[in-house]
């Protein structure tokens, strides 16, 4: 079965500090992967999606970039956060069928201070 | 208007209730249908996955579109603490992207 691992679960970081997340999934083969970021009372806001190795789409422009290294690796990373970079991130993926559903991990809370 | 309508509640209902949780959309190019369950400081959990119009049931649990309408609903049964959480509701086109709903907060309490 498919499963995403995310890491770490919880992050404290600077304001200007920069962010390495990332996302590794097993199970499957040239998934689709998402990056969302939950806001509290906001839902879930799409970040990037990446098709295969090196294919980033980007939703929402911002300080944040992501890069698709190896074909389960997704990463989330920023050079400068900002407050308002606090959120939930959650990876997401779905199979070689893009009619399935997505699947989620377990997300990393970030605070900025 | 949203394209994804979703009350935020919080739905507080005693233990055994039936409770019903419902989101309306704006999108008629909308044919996949998804719910989801969130629990604190975790990930959503898929639930329900339908395609088009009418019901399907898993255990305690049934959804139902209504493409007519747009209106779909999540029903639980003999709803259980162990069922607080955060229900979204989430639904796409021909797009594999899908557009979520914000969440209901549900509070089952014994």
């Known amino acids: 079965s498919q499963t995403i691992h995310q890491w770490p679960a919880t992050l404290v970081q600077p304001v200007g500090s920069p962010l390495s997340l990332e996302c590794t999934v097993e199970?499957?083969?040239?998934?689709?992967l998402y990056w969302y970021r939950q806001a509290a009372g906001r839902g879930l806001q799409l970040l990037f999606y990446?098709?295969?190795?090196?294919?980033i789409s980007s939703e929402v422009p911002q300080n944040l970039s992501a890069s698709r290294p190896q074909d389960r690796q997704f990463i989330l990373s920023s050079k400068k956060l900002l407050l308002s970079d606090s959120g939930f991130y959650l990876c997401?993926?779905?199979?070689?069928?893009?009619?399935?559903?997505?699947?989620f991990g377990d997300g990393t809370r970030l605070s900025i201070l | 208007q949203k394209e994804v309508e979703q009350d935020p509640g919080p739905l507080s209902v005693p233990e055994g209730a039936i409770v019903s949780l419902n989101c309306t959309y704006s999108?008629?190019?909308?044919?996949?249908f998804m719910w989801y369950r969130q629990y604190s400081r975790k990930g959503p959990e898929l639930l329900m996955y339908?395609?088009?119009?009418g019901n399907k049931e898993d255990g305690r649990f049934t959804a139902q579109v209504d493409k007519s309408s747009k209106y779909i609903s999540l029903f639980i049964r003999d709803s259980q603490p162990s069922d607080s959480a955060t229900y979204l509701c989430a639904m796409r086109g021909g797009s594999y992207i899908p557009t979520f709903g914000r969440g209901t907060s549900l509070i089952v309490h014994p």
């Open positions: 339908t395609y088009s119009s």
């Open positions: 199970g499957t083969s040239n998934p689709n």
């Open positions: 990446s098709v295969g190795i090196g294919q």
């Open positions: 997401a993926l779905t199979g070689t069928d893009s009619n399935q559903p997505q699947h």
């Open positions: 999108n008629s190019a909308f044919q996949y």
